[in-house]
């Protein structure tokens, strides 16, 4: 009972201090200060994952992934092992294929974003779905779950138990998914899940693919966002930035991206793949059939403790609105 009392008094206290943090979004200073994350070779050269963080406020607003111009020499092809600290996996979607996993941590300072780790995949001939992505190319996967459940997803059409394609099928509440974003057949793969694309897209037209932007999905979660890109493309030395299509629910709360980039640098002659804008977002209940609004969740209470901000957010300044009240209950 008395421990109740204290978590009673903690709460109230808490409340009483988030009411008089600053609601609305802090000032913006415009500068960015870039922490780097973890780097590993890849071909001849390196990857390497970072965060750009708001100077002032320390929060994330761009988190990507740098390949320097000379890893897209001396990459492994289809019948080389692979290279140090990283993994061979077959594709299940029918072919003898294989992809080469970098998988790679962000820095710490990243804990309130939506991703967790990275996963950058080589694909030397490509995989399924025949006709479309069937060329070199790269997959940046920026992955939402953590790397051990990803690690446990097995996925073969030839011989894996059959309930891993099942369950690497099974689609999430469509809330959760951009508008026109559908899964595309035969693309379940192992340690990444099923693969949803915009069917309106140019880039599923045979012969069209170059650079295009999926969501991953494994027994009905959303596991990653990934821009897709061909070995090609970034030797074109692109300058691409394009707003992304966003969902109406978010399955965790946490800092999410608006737009994405695959800028190539001249002077530093690399290439920086980023999810851009990152905004804060609140864990909900797609369609909210039991009435209940979502409030304060660890993640919620995480990013206001770190960043002395409470989100501009109606259901979370409800709820600190009724936490104020907690220093009021009777705890006898």
Known sequence: MNKFRRLIDVVAT????????????????????TIAGERKQIGNGTVRTWLKVDAKSREPRVIGVTLTESGLAGLPGEGDPAQKGSVKLKLMDGGPDHTFEYELKFPPEAAETAFQHMGFNWNPVGHGPKGIFTR?????????????YRHDIHVDLQDADPTHLKTSNLEPPSQFLPPDFQLAPNTAEPRMGSHYADITSPQLKPGNFSNIFLIGVHGGSILFWEPM???????????FTAKLKLPESYPVSGYYPTAYSVVYDQNRREYDVSLDGLTFRLASYPKNVYGVEPCIDSRVAQMISKYKRVPDIPAVKKCISLLSGAGALSTK
């Open 229 to 239: 890109l061909t070995k090609a493309y970034l030797e074109s030395k692109p300058k």
């Open 14 to 33: 808490l409340s009483v201090v988030f009411l008089t943090l600053q609601i609305c979004a802090s000032a913006q200073t415009g500068a960015l200060d």
């Open 136 to 148: 070199p190319h790269f997959d940046v996967h920026f992955y939402m779950a953590t790397p051990e």
